[in-house]
T-cell receptor, first 111, second 114 residues
Framework: DAKTTQPPSMDCAEGRAANLPCNHSTISGNEYVYWYRQIHSQGPQYIIHGLKNNETNEMASLIITEDRKSSTLILPHATLRDTAVYYCIVRVDSGANNLFFGTGTRLTVIP | DVKVTQSSRYLVKRTGEKVFLECVQDMDHENMFWYRQDPGLGLRLIYFSYDVKMKEKGDIPEGYSVSREKKERFSLILESASTNQTSMYLC?????????????FGQGTRLTVV
């Protein structure tokens, strides 16, 4: 599975869009990009995933560059409850579906 | 509402004790995982299972074993607990199939070994 690089921390003003970048320059053609987040003292929560195209759901949008070497998770209107550690993961959809978590980006939403 | 349930949120055990951490999922998922999480180290995979009675070592299996006798239940066993096993333990499950399959996590068990 490809390795990812994320900034260790970011701040965002409440109500503004939070844009969290992820670098995955060694991604393979059959690897998906996943985003999870972990709010303090809870288990990680799935947010969104994509392969090539941009994706949007009720929580966030995922923008993947055309060469697939990087992506951006967008929280369109950040709230205080979005303060969490955000993990970007790339993996093949293998039978075991293992997930390799790095150290993620700690997003702090400021009132 | 889909669920992964870990038997305890907090546990305190003594050094040398045998410790059982239980995880149950109600989504009929084939795959189940045990991770530990420590400050500055992120999540690290201990063991995973892709079927009943099947198990595979993750990145840090030493000092641990697992049991999967039923599809919905995956147990993590610390044969002889040590202080360096004090950590947050997270269980997860996912399905197997075409396309991407997200993992669902439990709330975690914070284990303290004294």
């Amino acid at each position: 599975d490809a390795k990812t690089t994320q900034p260790p921390s970011m701040d965002c003003a409440e109500g503004r869009a939070a844009n969290l970048p992820c670098n995955h320059s060694t991604i393979s053609g059959n690897e998906y990009v996943y985003w999870y987040r972990q709010i303090h003292s809870q288990g990680p929560q799935y947010i969104i995933h994509g392969l090539k195209n941009n994706e949007t759901n009720e929580m966030a949008s995922l923008i993947i560059t055309e060469d697939r070497k990087s992506s951006t998770l967008i929280l369109p209107h950040a709230t205080l409850r979005d303060t969490a550690v955000y993990y970007c993961i790339v993996r093949v959809d293998s039978g075991a579906n293992n997930l390799f978590f790095g150290t993620g980006t700690r997003l702090t939403v400021i009132p | 509402d889909v669920k992964v349930t870990q038997s305890s949120r907090y546990l305190v055990k003594r050094t040398g004790e045998k410790v059982f951490l239980e995880c149950v999922q109600d989504m009929d998922h084939e795959n189940m995982f045990w991770y530990r999480q420590d400050p500055g180290l992120g999540l690290r995979l201990i063991y995973f299972s892709y079927d009943v009675k099947m198990k595979e070592k993750g990145d840090i299996p030493e000092g641990y074993s697992v049991s999967r006798e039923k599809k919905e239940r995956f147990s993590l066993i610390l044969e002889s607990a040590s202080t360096n096993q004090t950590s947050m333990y997270l269980c997860a499950s996912s399905s197997t199939g075409t396309g991407a399959n997200e993992a669902f996590f439990g709330q975690g068990t914070r284990l303290t070994v004294v």
